[in-house]
């Protein structure tokens, strides 16, 4: 493949996957690789799960969380940007959590077939 230190092979879950990252960068992606590997273990093994797709869309939603949890800690209400852009970090965090509900509705009848 033309240019190989443009890409870089990551593992997540068990999974191999081959993406696309300038050299500068590798050492910044491993971590987050690494960030992400682990959300990933600890929700299959918290929900028993091992459908792949529903394990990456939880770590997904988690990681949204915390990151908004973080960016915006003092008031969980609050809006950001103009009232074109506003966001609610509480409804969005609402939203998450009815998310996750429907997903384990939705998933669960899959978890029996394996």
């Known amino acids: ?24 960068e590798h050492a910044a992606l491993l971590a987050a690789v690494a960030y992400v590997d682990e959300k990933m273990h600890d929700i299959a093994e918290k929900t028993k799960s091992n459908i792949a797709e529903r394990i990456a869309v939880m770590a997904a ?7 908004l949890s973080q960016a915006h800690p003092a008031d969980e209400t609050q809006s950001i940007g103009g ?6 970090f509480g409804a969005v965090k ?20 394996l």
């Open 1 to 24: 493949m033309p240019n190989e230190a443009n890409y870089l092979d990551i593992t997540l879950l068990g999974k191999e996957y081959r993406v696309a990252c300038p050299p500068a």
């Open 61 to 67: 939603l988690n990681i949204a969380h915390e990151h």
């Open 83 to 88: 009232p074109q852009t506003a966001l609610d």
């Open 94 to 113: 609402r939203r998450i959590s009815d998310m996750e509900a429907e997903l384990d509705a939705v998933l669960a009848p899959q978890d029996k077939l």
